[in-house]
């Protein structure tokens, strides 16, 4: 895996000649922390504890075959109001407009669960055939017991939503569960 490019407008996006996957999510929700743990480089996309670091979308190469796409978060982010509302046109520009986009994982906090922003980008993928994984993030922060009760919010949320694919994978960057199958899953794409 290598990085490729930061991208701030769609022009800059680069030739949509190969399959790609995009980790889209809440700022803070872990989507650039999931990427180094997928790719087992420890920094490769920037992560931080405040909301808002990824502010371009940045494309990874894996291999020759793949890109993988760190998004801008969306919801709350410790940044200029000015600044968000240009990357979150961009976010919904790309989520709506790329046609080597295979599938958005959606990346939803293993303590929240789905949240109406998160409503609002799924539905968004609905409207644009994009389909869609959730990914449960933090799961090291959630008791096994109450796990089951955010696994069946989550699943009920994605009953409503017709670009979703049934399959919710639960995953701890920080301890590692989930991530070979997520793994496993990008391989799979064709
Ligand atoms: P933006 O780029 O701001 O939208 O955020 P992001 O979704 O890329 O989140 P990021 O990967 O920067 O992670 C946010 C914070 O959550 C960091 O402090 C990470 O260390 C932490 N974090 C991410 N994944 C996990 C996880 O699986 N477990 C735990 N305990 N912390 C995590
Ligand atoms: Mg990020």
Not at 14 to 28: H, I, K, Q, T, Y
Not at 43 to 66: C, H, K, M, V, W
Not at 93 to 109: E, K, M
């Amino acid at each position: 895996v290598d990085f490729l490019k930061g991208v701030v407008a769609m022009s800059g996006l680069p030739p949509d000649d190969r399959a790609e996957v995009c980790f889209a999510g809440r700022s803070n929700v872990g989507k650039s922390t999931l990427i180094n743990a997928l790719t087992g480089r420890k920094a490769i996309a920037r992560a931080s504890n405040t909301p808002g670091r990824t502010q371009e979308i940045n494309y990874f190469t894996l291999g020759d075959e793949r890109y993988l796409v760190d998004l801008p978060g969306y919801g709350y982010a410790n940044a200029p109001l000015s600044v968000v509302e240009k990357w979150q046109a961009l976010l919904k520009q790309y989520l709506s407009g790329r046609a080597s986009l295979r599938r958005a994982f959606v990346l939803i906090d293993a303590r929240h669960g789905v949240k109406s922003v998160d409503e609002e980008i799924m539905s968004l993928l609905d409207r644009s055939a994009v389909t869609f994984q959730a990914v449960l993030t933090k799961a090291d922060k959630v008791k096994e017991k109450d796990r089951e009760k955010v696994l069946a919010q989550v699943r009920s949320r994605l009953a409503t939503h017709p670009a979703a694919y049934p399959e919710i994978v639960l995953t701890s960057s920080e301890k590692g569960d989930g991530i070979a199958t997520l793994r496993a899953i990008i391989a799979g794409l064709d």
